[in-house]
């Protein structure tokens, strides 16, 4: 019973961990300049707690093999524990989990604790059930008044986020449903939500914000390569929670300017 | 080397011999042919002191929802930005520190209670001696005036919520409207419990439970009491300081 | 040793009604915890195949229950977790095996007040029938999560089941709350009131402090959690803006202002982190007390391992944040919820190396309990390691919401505490109806148990990384997701085989406790008290006696010793040279 615990385990653990290590299923390619920075402080984490998780689990299952019942056995070790060992692995345990956790905040701090620059591309997110709708202030730089009376879901586009198309700051507004962004650029979206709680997650950029009704968030990143990057809802909004996705399209300098000069041109 | 010392056999549940009854220990109440009203009273009043610190949770909790409710603002999409949405209800203060009183004076009657019957309970072993009277007793209803005024309590929480209608704050009409409406009836409601609960003692009283066990009844009520009290005191401050 | 007593709280009861149904008896309210937890189980593990089967054959059809709607799936997780955390996880470990054995570990004739004992089991048994009541109505069950987060959970709109539904589930927290709270109340009053001559604190198995750390954590955040809910209903009814602002729902705009959602989620993980704990702690306890016995061995460092438990329950309460790093919250205080959350780490890792201290050098015995007890650290670590990732706010950026952490609480909270109550149920079986259960078939659900249950949850960690959103009913609508979808059949599969596996339990469960091989006072050659007195035990426990303790709770392979064992009513145990 012994060696069968201990194939089980030891075959568990070592499946488990190869699929890891081989990254059948890793992080998704990252695209933005935090990507380098989270997927680090990923591997590195995943290399200390893949550690322990081996060293523990061939332990267990070494251990059970090891001191199973049988006649030869020596008599049992009398012990009730040993302070000084209790101390150790406290003490490395503490400094292991701690400092581990520490090294991930200059990431942290980069992301949320500072603001986007000044100079950042402002877009506006809505979120609501259960599509994504982007806004862009337009030549102007001033976000236009939305109103919830004038809001209708149906309609779609500016209409959805309850545009106030009698506001001169809203007449170059530009309502989209897939956010378009030049590379290289940083972000600054101001997340909102109208309805539910909504999370604005692209994996590819490692992005994620909840939108919360009653707050407006800002958040910002610097998408880095050029491509097509899909968001999902990654916060339970309703039954139509897992089809709220949409699409995030970073272009060249040229093409993003070249796009929104066409979409300009349709609000005249 | 670690070595086994027995001290003394090994001995087992169901033999029959008789081992010396052992001095109090633990929280064993040394069972014996008398009821241990002393353990069960002790019992008691634990029991209720983590009652107690539920309730306090239940409090801390509704506490803090309202400080955060009041502090935080929120985004209003019509005014296009961040607002505290809260709007004060005056509140009915003289008839609320009328409450507070009768509370107050209640909670003095119903030691009156708890005192005169742990007297008479302190009492009850030297009576039960055949033989010996302590003459007759004179029981001032200290626990009937504490329900009356109880029920005055609630009575005047009644007429104060009467009296936020008439000035057109209901339960709806703003946050601070809510959460006054919330604490009053959450205390309320564990009041009501109280004085269940001395109905309940006062009903024990007819049915000839020894007057031990109706003390113990009494003075965890008693305690409850008091508690319920002190936490109104601190719900009415509390609705002082939000505004 | 034992001396007479005459006196118990309340004489045996004689009629069928008072002796099984309202009965005042902790032994009798225990079993009846055990099989509501048990008939919840399957009722939330096929609410889990039926999610399992719609995600992999979304379009099937099935019998008796149709297709399943993205609203039904929806439905389903929230009835899933919601049946899972209170009826199983809080309900079983600490209301059925806690009533059962802990007056009869610390030798009590019974828990301290029975009534409220057996208030608490049916206040329990109502608020699982408003729960599941929350089925049959218009619009069915609630669709916002276990976790009910306010908009969702509090516009009547906001999508099928928000209606009646919603305030049944609200409306059954709230009962269930009450009876935890009076459970709570019963639970520490006992520990420390009725505890027998000799029986100290620091002579109590870990079994009695995991449920007593377990009932100071319910005492606590149960409150917290009624108060969340009452303010949950008065929006949802009243039309008060606790948590609610202005919203737009189907451009329609709702009459709240200014509510806060974040208030929700601030109360409810106040109450929520400690429940964790409440739900994986008798595991931990029961671990130990198993992993000891059949070790041949005393505990390794139980000082350690009782400061650990009571460091669990009170980080448990300062790390509630950490399930909100995405929620818009500040991002400092998300630093410092990280750093307590870490700190959590520790003793849980302690524990760890502490069971594995107990093994080393014992002589170890695979009875079933012990194979279950071994599981359970073996799923602790691998549940406990993906903890400092998602601890790490940094990287919840990718992993919040996905299913890492899906696998992560599953492995940790779910299976790891369910193999405590499977060590617990093959363990105290025996003393709690007299006869053994089958060790073969034992053997059998075991291997597939565990082999199953990382099959299921393994993969989800992969799923997670790769950014696989959790609460998705169909990952056919976005096209990264679509990808992972044979990762969705392995679990399928997998979960289908071992949902199957525990119809073995349950069978070996009942025949057992009828046909089983009759079982002795002390089959296991245990040293806690429950061993000392007869099987099953007498309505008052110890026939009459009361126990008298004079030595620790796990004294095994004691040298020089006439058995490998002293029990805690043997003669005391003095051993030169060791401390």
Redesign the interface.
Known sequence: ??L??LV??WL?TFI?TY??AAK?????HGAST?AR??DG??TL??VL?GI??VA??V??GY??WK????PS???????????K??IV??AL??IL??G???M??P??AA???EPARPGAMQVEVTG??FAWYFRYPGPDGRYG?????L????AGGEAAV?LDTSDPAAKDDVVTGSLYLPVNREVDLTL?S????H?F?V??L?????A??????HMHFTPTEVGDY?I????????????M?GMVHVLSQEDYEKWMAAREAEKQ | MATYIPTRPVDHIGHDQNPPVPPRGGGDDGRSDYPNYGARLRRARLGLICGMVTVTMLFISLTSAYIVRRGLPTFDATKQGYFRDWGEVPLPWLLLGINTAILIISSITVEGARRSIARRAALAPVKSIPGVSLGDEKNFPWLAITVVLGFGFLLGQWLAWGELKARGFFVNTNPDASFIYLLTAAHALHLTGGIIAMIWAGITSLLHRPIEARRIAIDVTAWYWHFMAALWVYVFALFGLMR | MATRATVHAHAAPQGFIRKYIFSLDHKVIGIQYIFLALTAVWVGMFLSLLMRIHLYWPNAVLPLIGEIKPETYTALLTMHGTIMVFFVLTTAPQGGFGNYFLPIQIGAPDMAFPVLNMLSFWTTFVAFVVMIAAFFVQGGAPLHGWTGYPPLSAVQSAGPGEGLGADLWITSIAIFCIASLMGALNFLTTTLDMRAKGMTMMRMPLTVWSWFITAMLGLLAFGVLLSAGILLLLDRNLGTSFYVPLVVVNGVQMGHKGGSPLLWQHLFWFFGHPEVYIAILPGMGVTSQILSTFSRKPIFGYRAMVYAMLTIGFFGFMVWGHHMFMSGMSPYSAFAFSILTMCIGVPSAIKTFNWLGTMMKGRIRFTTPMLYAIGFVSLFVSGGLSGPFLAQPVLDIQLHDTYFVVGHFHLIMGVAAIFGMFAATYYWVPKMFGRMMNEFWGRVHFFITLIGTYAIFMPMHYLGMAGGTRRYSSYLEVGYLTKLMPLHEFMTYAAIITIAAQFIFVINLFSSIFKGPKASDNPWEATTLEWTTATPPPHDNFNGMTPVVHNGPYEYGVPGAPKDYVMQTDTPVTVAGAH
């Open positions: 019973m012994g069968a615990l089980v385990i568990i488990s699929f890891f059948t299923w890793w992080l998704p935090a920075f989270i402080q990923f984490t995943f707690m322990v998780f523990a689990q332990a267990l251990f059970a001191y199973r019942d049988r056995a020596p008599p049992v070790a009398y012990s009730h524990g040993n302070v060992l209790e692995w406290t345990t503490t989990f701690i581990l956790n520490l991930g905040y990431v942290w992301n949320r604790w609501m059930q008044r939305t109103s919830p009376k809001m209708d879901p149906s309850g909102r109208v309805d539910v709680i999370s997650f994996p590819s490692r992005f994620k914000q909840d919360v009704p009653g707050l407006m968030i899909e999902a809802c990654a916060e339970l909004c309703g039954l139509g929670h897992y089809k996705h």
